[in-house]
């Protein structure tokens, strides 16, 4: 009985694993244009991160606490990593608290021109961050959550 009973219970914890996969969207050439129109009028930060990026990680967690507590910005993950990386970014966003909301993982070959698409300047350094102004307006920052431009704008787009 109890060996049936831990084999159900097995299969029941994979049923629910499997359910609780978070789905990394596709992001392509467009992707951040599709992005920018998907939320209009509203404060949108679409961070880009990676599993072999230290920076990335360790902040992963104040994502978190910023989700929490700036609910007027809309904010987006994207994952740099390869596809076969994807379990790595998934087990990192549900340590740091993060497998809700959007999250999007490189789906082309050329991620040169997925980084000319953001930004015309920038060549894959991570972390990094596009930040869309309830205006359009595009600001870049790369660098940690903590740098002072994202902090100002952070406080300017939560208002």
């Not at 159900?8 to 392509?28: I, N, S």
């Not at 967690?61 to 740099?80: C, G, M, R, S, Y």
Request: charged share 25%.
């Amino acid at each position: 009985m109890l060996r049936r009973l831990a084999l159900v219970a097995g299969a029941l914890a994979g049923v629910l694993a499997q359910a609780a996969a978070l789905e990394f969207k596709p992001y392509r050439a467009g992707s951040f244009a599709e992005l920018r129109k998907a939320h209009p009028g509203r404060p949108l930060a679409v961070h880009y991160w990676s599993v072999t990026c230290p920076a990335c990680l360790a902040e992963l967690p104040d994502w978190a606490k910023l989700l929490q507590e700036k609910k007027a910005i809309d904010v987006v993950f994207v994952n740099t990593d390869q596809e076969n990386d994807r379990k790595r970014a998934e087990a990192r966003l549900a340590k740091a608290g993060l497998t809700e909301g959007a999250h999007f993982g490189f789906a082309d070959e050329f991620a040169e021109k997925l980084y000319f698409e953001v930004d015309h300047d920038w060549r894959g350094e991570l972390p990094f961050t596009a930040l869309v102004g309830a205006d359009g307006k595009l600001e870049t920052v790369t660098g940690a959550l903590d740098d002072p431009q994202m902090a100002a704008w952070l406080a300017k787009a939560a208002k």
